[in-house]
């Protein structure tokens, strides 16, 4: 490529398509970066509060004395409402004798589909502990 400098001199640049070639790899990397987290981001922050709204969930439980099948079936309504698949196989309760205390233990997934056919299944677990005095 022939460029002309500031004196009006004929400079021949060989490494111009060299430049060319890493902008346009660091575009791409910023653009595959930028696709990915616009996909995973959002599935962890609400992973985030679909936790505290199990903790919520556990301490209500506590207080108004609800069975296992009410509880099982609250935190499958909340996983579904949160875009998370929970088996009722899949939840956990614990109570302590004596106390009025409720543990949570609730494996939950979801699936995420990307381009090419790609599906990635996240997997998490979460365990909450509810108190009479939350």
Same mark, same amino acid.
């Given at each position: 490529? =022939?460029?002309?400098?500031?004196? *009006?001199?004929?400079?021949?640049?060989?490494?111009?398509?060299? +430049?060319?070639?890493?902008?346009? !790899?660091?575009?791409?990397? +910023?653009?595959?970066?930028?696709?990915? @987290?616009?996909?995973?981001?959002?599935?962890?922050?609400?992973?985030?509060?679909?936790?505290?709204?199990?903790?919520?969930?556990?301490?209500?439980? =506590?207080?108004? *004395?609800?069975?296992?099948?009410?509880?099982?079936?609250?935190? &499958?309504?909340?996983?579904?409402?949160? *875009?998370?698949? !929970?088996?009722? &196989?899949? +939840?956990?309760?614990?109570?302590?004798?004596?106390?009025?205390?409720?543990?949570?233990?609730?494996?939950?997934?979801?699936?995420?589909?990307?381009?090419?056919?790609? !599906?990635?299944?996240? @997997?998490?677990?979460? @365990? @909450?502990?509810? =108190?009479?005095?939350?």
């Amino acid at each position: 490529m =022939t460029l002309r400098n500031l004196e *009006g001199n004929t400079v021949v640049s060989k490494e111009c398509g060299k +430049i060319r070639i890493g902008y346009l !790899v660091l575009v791409l990397f +910023i653009a595959v970066f930028g696709y990915l @987290s616009y996909r995973i981001v959002p599935v962890y922050t609400q992973q985030d509060a679909f936790d505290q709204d199990l903790l919520d969930l556990a301490g209500t439980a =506590t207080r108004k *004395g609800w069975d296992n099948g009410e509880i099982v079936n609250r935190v &499958r309504k909340l996983g579904k409402t949160r *875009g998370f698949q !929970v088996r009722a &196989r899949d +939840i956990r309760i614990h109570r302590v004798r004596g106390q009025a205390e409720i543990t949570l233990d609730v494996n939950y997934s979801r699936s995420e589909e990307f381009p090419g056919g790609y !599906v990635h299944v996240f @997997s998490f677990s979460s @365990s @909450s502990e509810g =108190t009479y005095f939350f």
